[in-house]
């Protein structure tokens, strides 16, 4: 049977995730490529809206030690999780509060506002209540990053969905199951959908496209809402591309982050992109995880890079990286991983790890 909104969230996880879309540094970069020059990242205020078990704001803050960040969620079960995670990671600058975005009243303005798979997932008065606090309590210098599912594209999801859950009743079996079986009938486009569910796993398809509520607008419909909020739209959170409703018509877009601005904001010269500063990476003697990686190994979380990047490890490779606390030499690592993992091939593995900026 299916759950209401407020049921799933309040029984089950969701899914710990990072998202590199709403990565401060990188939304703050691409602002000042369209000429929003002064979001500042160092010594932020960033604030959180449906922040889930904290896994994304942890990733945030473990990284700007010099931010200040709030993650708010309705969820009593999410905010209980994201509060122990922080107390055992001893991370200073980031704090979690319990309360729906429509009561929440916290003191001043954020100079960083994100909020990531909330606006498709919520009824439309926390949309509009939500796109309100924003345009209220954006700082003046402030960016705002929201993400939402694009109509264009997500419509023939559903359409699949519907399908799928036909099937499910049916069957009585779960998404997968019935996924799988629909793949066999599906023409060549619905077959394609079907492959990227299959990829995103049980767990996060009851969630998103099985979810109870995955409301989808258009790019248009939600600027036109942002700026009845006192908003004004920048561009896409990454590419800085100002997409528009015909080219989603066109490409099927089924998702999108982008970011705001106040209204009253002043908009300068664009800046060009920074080089990104080829970073050279040297495997440490004695490899150290911080305590938020650390954390995420033993935990079974997965583990978040230097671009905010998640990445799951099988539970073998987990046990080796919970054992990198500093305290053991490469070798001994070696040699430990050959006990636990005897599959892995632990020397470019570890060159691997280091790469992806897991000891920065
Ligand atoms: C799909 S989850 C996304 C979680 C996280 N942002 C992520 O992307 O991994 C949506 C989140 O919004 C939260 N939420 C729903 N309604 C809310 C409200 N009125 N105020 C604050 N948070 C809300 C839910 O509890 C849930 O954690």
């Given at each position: 049977m299916q759950r209401t909104f407020a049921e799933l969230y309040q029984a089950e996880a969701y899914p710990p995730m990072s998202h590199p879309s709403s990565d401060p540094i990188v939304n703050a970069e691409v602002a000042r490529f369209l000429?929003?020059?002064?979001?500042?990242?160092?010594?932020a205020r960033i604030l959180e809206i449906g922040?889930?078990?904290g896994h994304h704001l942890l990733s945030v803050a473990n990284r700007l030690r010099s931010a200040e960040c709030l993650g708010v969620d309705v969820s009593k079960k999410y905010i209980s999780t994201a509060k122990n995670l922080a107390r055992q990671t001893g991370l200073k600058n980031v704090s979690f509060c319990e309360s729906s975005i429509l009561e929440f009243d916290p003191v001043g303005e954020f100079d960083l506002i994100i909020t990531h798979g909330v606006f498709s997932w919520v009824p439309n008065e926390v949309k509009v209540g939500m796109m309100d606090f924003i345009g209220k309590r954006l700082s003046i210098d402030g960016i705002a990053t929201v993400s939402f599912n694009v109509a264009a594209g997500w419509k023939e999801r559903m359409l699949v969905v519907e399908k799928v859950r036909a099937i499910q009743t049916a069957g009585d079996v779960d998404e997968m199951t019935a996924l799988a079986v629909f793949k066999d009938v599906a023409d060549a486009r619905e077959a394609e959908i079907v492959d990227d569910m299959l990829a995103k796993g049980l767990e996060v398809l009851a969630c998103d496209d099985f979810g109870p509520l995955t409301d989808a607008w258009s790019l248009g419909a939600v600027v036109k809402l942002a700026e009845m909020s006192g908003l004004r739209w920048l561009g896409d959170?990454?590419?800085g591309e100002r997409g528009d409703d015909l080219t989603d018509e066109k490409l099927k877009t089924t998702f999108r982050s982008e970011i705001f601005c106040r209204k009253d904001a002043l908009l300068g010269e664009s800046i060009p992109f920074s080089e990104q500063s080829s970073e050279n990476f040297i495997v440490p003697h004695f490899p150290k995880l911080d305590a938020w990686r650390l954390i995420c190994a033993q935990e079974c979380l997965p583990l978040v890079d230097s671009k905010l990047k998640s990445c799951v490890f099988p539970f073998s490779q987990l046990k080796v990286l919970a054992a990198?606390?500093?305290?053991?030499?490469v070798m001994a690592l070696a040699g430990f991983a050959k006990e636990v993992?005897?599959?892995?091939?632990f020397v470019p593995w570890l060159k691997y790890v280091t790469e992806r900026g897991f000891f920065a």
């Open positions: 000429g929003f020059g002064r979001s500042k990242v160092e010594g922040c889930g078990t959170s990454v590419s990198m606390d500093g305290s053991r030499s993992s005897p599959e892995l091939d």
